[in-house]
């Protein structure tokens, strides 16, 4: 049986709480068996990567693996995504269509936000759990399915059963094994360690030093209530990493990036939280657009030195450094997917929409970037100056660091100090 920690190590999962190691136990336990497991805890505890670990550790490992959240798929079309559904089951159903549960035949299929099934799915599912069978929408042929079923839920499954959303026999059928995520706040001995881990990624992916935190910091973080969990705490990791200027961070720092603790304080305060923390998501817009136009920059240089010589061995040596800039780390972006392709795990994009939709939003989408590049040019190029002379007073002047934290040439840096008369 794999060790707790390989299998922390495999999945990226930090901490030694006694109640996470346990919560690991459990999922190794169960893997082998065919069991139903209901993953609890609050949001943001890290509830998605039991069922990846209990899959992977099965012998349907080589089987597909389904992820479907329940919450985002609307009601009218839920039976039809699970179950299927047969060609002119309803208007638009044009041609039969497999579900879910038919094409992870042999698989394991993860309910994320199981309590949000409508009642007649807790049906249908009901009768896949037990005996295996189903029916596509509109069809009256029973057909059979070997899936196996890992739920999660964050809501009180207890409540939703006294208030009848949910029925009580699901409950049990799919809870034969409950595994427990605690809060962050009962598991206070892991906070900094993974503060420590979330900034140390973050240095390395925004190419700065790593922030630290003095002792008075660690104290407010390790006491902090954490809501939103181990998912709050990596946001906060990644904001105070973009737009603290100091490395070593204070609790008086760190107090201006925790939300909840201003409830108690007197309005002004509050209000002046408010502002700070729509203004840093403003922050890191800004230095997201500021890399996007630092990129483009570079492809334009790119594009026209190879208009002016063609693609010869020549460019290509003389701008090395300029083409691994631009197309260097591109792959190690995405680590969680790198690490399913690795472990041959197959998940299905579950649609959040219909085509129709997702057609919609697109449009919608460009239309407001169109929106905001008018409205705010002039904002940007404060931005800019402001992101440039910080940077600048970072690095006591030195052009050449303050140019590779922004991500640019140091040619590109020198004229942005020209034109902003710096
Ligand atoms: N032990 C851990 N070590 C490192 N990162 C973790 C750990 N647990 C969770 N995370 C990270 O925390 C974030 C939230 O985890 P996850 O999405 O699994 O939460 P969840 O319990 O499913 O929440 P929700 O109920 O809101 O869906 C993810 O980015 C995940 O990678
Ligand atoms: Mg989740």
Known sequence: MESIQATKQR?????????????????????????????????GVGKESIPKIIHSLSHRKHGKYIAVNCGAIPEGTIDSELFGHEKGAFTGATQ????????ADGGTIFLDEVGELPLPTQVR???????????????SKVQKTNVRIVA?????????????????????????????????????????????????????????????????????????????????LRNIAEQIS?????????????????????????????????????????????????????????????TMKLMEHGNSEKVRNENESLINKIYGDEDDEDGESEELTAEKLEV?????????????AESDKYYFAEEIEEEETLSLHDKELELIKKSLERHNGKRKAAAEELGISERTLYRKIKQYNL
Do not use: C
């Open 348 to 360: 299905l994009q579950i649609p959040q929409q219909s085509p129709k939709a997702a057609q919609k």
């Open 11 to 43: 999945f990226g999962l930090i901490g030694d709480d006694p109640k996470l190691n346990r919560a690991i136990e459990k999922a190794i336990q169960v893997a082998p068996t065919d069991i139903s497991v209901l993953v609890t805890g609050e949001s």
């Open 242 to 302: 973009v737009l603290e200027q100091e490395r070593v961070i204070t609790a008086e720092n760190l107090k201006e990036y925790l939300p909840d603790i201003g409830s108690n304080l007197p309005a002004v305060i509050a209000d002046k939280k408010k502002e700070g923390d729509f203004s840093n998501e403003r922050e890191i817009l800004y230095k997201v657009l500021f890399d996007m136009k630092s990129d483009l920059n570079d492809l334009k240089s790119l």
């Open 96 to 103: 039969t269509r497999n579900g879910y549960f038919e094409v």
């Open 152 to 232: 999660a839920t964050n809501i009180d499954i207890q409540e939703s059963i006294k208030k009848e959303k949910f029925r009580e026999d699901l409950y049990y059928r799919l809870s034969t094994v409950d595994i427990h995520l605690p809060p962050l706040r009962d598991r206070k001995g892991d906070i900094h360690l993974l503060f420590r881990k979330f900034a140390s990624d973050f240095a390395l992916k925004y190419k700065m030093p790593t922030i630290k935190l003095d002792d008075d910091a660690v104290k407010l973080l390790e006491n902090h209530r954490w809501g939103g969990n181990i998912r709050q």
């Open 125 to 139: 599912l009901l009768r896949v759990l037990e005996n295996g069978e189903f029916m596509k929408v509109g069809s």
